[in-house]
């Protein structure tokens, strides 16, 4: 690819994915875009035809990577004008490269809540945007389940044309793991909070990471859950029923404590964890007749 002069210093070759992703997996990016702002991003869409090239990668924390070299270009919103928080009473206005952690610890210092069911979950706002996450604030009570369509008033995006968009909640379709935000590049947001003490909410959220450390394994590198809940139930549920706990292929298995959790115990490779969720996946369904599908976007190689 030929890129104009004023993107040079922002291009790189043949970057390496496994060091950029929770799986620690992956070969490498063909090209690596990191825009300085929104209006170099938007001259860069502009000035080519690479919709369907592009893979805008976050935190890289639900993501597979092919063990190829990936021939797309990748858009990386690590500089800081997508990385700032600006708090403004019930009212955060944040950037998509923001983590959610981090995120998290700004708003832990105002009285703010209904942003504990974030606690614990990786990646970043754009990332979490796009795919709509959630997950409970109560721990084991299912009414308090929540996801980023209950915070989020609005969100600053680029369509594929570079054009600049603000798109209001009702203007987004969200789904369980999905949005109609897919096909955009998402830039910031808009969230709104409610009023809360802020020893109560810290509190919450640290009862929240207690739980999920004592339940979910982060000990090996992987992507978290790599199965969408079936409706009315929990893929890690029917993965456990079939007495897959532990199964490995290579160096990639599901987790002894988690069944969701497909871990890299070290050195697994893409093809391990592909063997590995077609043999969990066919078991599933032979023994419960339904078809888990992963949430997790997996990334082919030319």
Known sequence: MNSP????NRMRHNVPLAERNYFRIGGKARWWFAPAGTGQLAVF???????????????????????AVIRRIFISLEAPAFTGI?????????????RIGRLISVLSH???????????????VGGGLVMNAGARAGLEDPRTYREMR?????????????????????EIVFGYRQTSLASWIVTGAKLRL?????????????????WRFSHQDWLYPSAG??????PGDAAGRLIDRCGLKGFSVGAAQVSPRHANFIINTGGARFADVIKLVEIVREKVYNHFHIRLEPEVTIVRGA
């Open 5 to 8: 002069i004023s993107f040079k």
């Open 45 to 67: 869409l502009r000035g080519r035809d690479v919709r369907k090239d592009l893979f805008v990668l976050g935190a890289g924390s639900n993501v597979l990577f092919d063990d």
């Open 86 to 98: 600006r708090v403004r009473g019930r009212h955060v206005t944040v950037g998509a490269g923001v």
């Open 110 to 124: 105002f009285d703010l809540g209904g942003h504990e069911f974030l606690a614990g979950i990786p990646g970043t």
């Open 150 to 170: 209950d915070v989020v008033v609005s969100v600053d995006a680029l369509d594929p044309a570079g054009r600049w968009h603000t798109l209001r909640r009702g």
């Open 194 to 210: 409610c009023p809360a003490c802020r020893r109560r909410v810290t509190r919450q959220i640290g009862r929240i990471l207690g």
């Open 225 to 230: 859950s790599f199965f969408k809940n079936p």
